[in-house]
């Protein structure tokens, strides 16, 4: 596979659910990206991580919870989300010292 | 903290027309980005601006970008009905290594035959 991969595509879960969303990207970079898309707000960063190190926090909650075991793979740990949590989760990647980002198809997110 | 602001937000024209749509930012950038996304789906990359005075051509769509007026214009010529889609525009801010993007609004542009 080729460029950055998010799985599940689609994910529905109760408030007390605990999930995992996933991104593999395939592209050789080192810094990795978690933004948040809603119907209400324009498109909201939410972690960055450089060199499998979280740089930058913007003041996500804590209910979602990122882990970058390698630099090769990101997570987003959801536990006890809100209804207004519900949104498509995107992932992006990029080299530091390049210019490009290349985002995955998204998750898109349901929470009932 | 780095604003970025597009107009306008929606966007509605006929077929051969022309249009431009503005991104303004806040905070001094050498580096300007313009995304597509199409309903459902992600982000396609259009433009990566980087310096003063860049301008780029594909197809329909100008990019151009002024950074000492904060300022990036796409420009549409001859609007055709499969450039409808949500145009971003996109500002990673002053810094180095990893910058994460901040993102205007969005441009929800249609565009009728």
């Known amino acids: 596979e080729t460029g950055v991969t998010q799985t599940p595509r689609h994910l529905v879960m109760g408030m007390t659910n605990k999930k995992s969303l996933k991104c593999e990207q395939h592209?050789?970079?080192?810094?990795m990206y978690w933004y948040k898309q809603s119907a209400k707000k324009p498109l909201e960063l939410m972690f960055v991580?450089?060199?499998?190190?979280?740089?930058e926090n913007n003041s996500v909650p804590s209910r979602f919870s990122p882990e970058c075991p390698n630099s090769s793979h990101l997570f987003l740990h959801l536990h006890t989300l809100q209804p207004e949590d519900s949104a498509l989760y995107l992932c992006?990647?990029?080299?530091?010292?390049?210019?490009?980002?290349?985002f995955g198809s998204g998750t898109r997110l349901t929470v009932v | 903290e780095l604003k970025v602001e597009q107009n306008p937000l929606f966007l509605s024209m006929q077929e051969g027309k022309n249009y431009t749509i503005y991104c303004n930012y806040s905070t001094t950038s050498d580096r300007l980005y313009w995304y597509r996304q199409d309903p459902g789906k992600s982000l396609e990359s259009l433009f990566v601006?980087?310096?003063?005075?860049a301008v780029k051509q594909e197809g329909r769509l100008m990019a151009s970008l002024d950074t000492k007026a904060r300022l990036s214009t796409l420009h549409i010529t001859a609007a055709v009905h499969d450039l409808s889609a949500t145009y971003f525009c996109a500002s990673p801010g002053v810094g180095g290594g990893a910058d994460g993007l901040t993102f205007g609004k969005g441009t929800h542009l249609i565009i009728q035959p």
């Open positions: 592209l050789g970079h080192n810094a």
């Open positions: 991580y450089s060199l499998e190190e979280r740089v």
């Open positions: 601006l980087l310096s003063n005075g």
């Open positions: 992006a990647s990029s080299q530091m010292g390049d210019y490009g980002y290349t």
